[in-house]
T-cell receptor, first 117, second 114 residues
Framework: AQTVTQSQPEMSVQEAETVTLSCTYD???????LFWYKQPPSRQMILVIR??????QNATENRFSVNFQKAAKSFSLKISDSQLGDAAMYFC??????????????FGTGTRLAVRP | DGGITQSPKYLFRKEGQNVTLSCEQN?????MYWYRQDPGQGLRLIYY???????QKGDIAEGYSVSREKKESFPLTVTSAQKNPTAFYLC?????????????FGPGTRLTVL
């Protein structure tokens, strides 16, 4: 079974600065997908960014980018120019590429990000 | 507007009672999921359904039941057999095709057992 570990329960960043959230995962599969979801105080889950394991190029979405290290099984999220609206819980998630797995997401325990004005 | 609706937003239950949480989507998605969220534990999968009239157990299915009679609806029943049902419950759906597709989440239901 796959596991996802987020070792930072809480992080804090100054507005306009850059912060990196860590995520590691354990799998024996070679093909999979990784996601970062954001959960603001409203508790609505929002997709931030996704990465396909077979793509070496790191995904980027505006101020959000990832550092995907497949050999190290690491998938960190970098938030540049942090804004007050970035304050939320961030979850890293894993999804197998095998259809037999049922397209299930396996989540980490989350990192709560605070943004200081 | 397309999306996922969950009702009610807050639900209170007495011990020993069954309760059903509603999840409806008008996104024409084939797959639907139920997750449970507890503090410090992230989201855990309860049940999922990839097609109408079919569903599979997730990691923590004990004490829960589901049905999938319509594509749009995937209700979750929390039975009296669930030892610690107080939690935040999230429903999600995803379109057919590539697993690269994201899961779309509803706003959630907060269940409290009194």
């Amino acid at each position: 079974a796959q596991t996802v570990t987020q070792s930072q329960p809480e992080m804090s960043v100054q507005e306009a600065e850059t912060v990196t959230l860590s995520c590691t995962y354990d799998t024996s599969e070679s093909d999979y997908y990784l996601f970062w979801y954001k959960q603001p105080p409203s508790r609505q889950m929002i997709l931030v960014i996704r990465q396909e394991a077979y793509k070496q190029q790191n995904a980027t979405e505006n101020r959000f980018s990832v550092n995907f290290q497949k050999a190290a099984k690491s998938f960190s999220l970098k938030i540049s120019d942090s804004q007050l609206g970035d304050a939320a819980m961030y979850f890293c998630a894993y999804r197998s590429a095998w259809k037999s797995s049922g397209d299930k997401l396996t989540f980490g325990t989350g990192t709560r990000l605070a943004v200081r004005p | 507007d397309g999306g996922i609706t969950q009702s009610p937003k807050y639900l209170f239950r007495k011990e020993g009672q069954n309760v059903t949480l509603s999840c409806e989507q008008n996104l024409n998605h084939d797959a639907m999921y139920w997750y449970r969220q507890d503090p410090g534990q992230g989201l855990r999968l309860i049940y999922y359904s990839q097609i109408v009239n079919d569903f599979q157990k997730g990691d923590i299915a004990e004490g829960y039941s589901v049905s999938r009679e319509k594509k749009e609806s995937f209700p979750l029943t929390v039975t009296s057999a669930q030892k610690n049902p107080t939690a935040f419950y999230l429903c999600a759906s995803s379109p057919p095709g590539q697993p690269y597709n994201e899961q779309f989440f509803g706003p959630g239901t907060r269940l409290t057992v009194l």
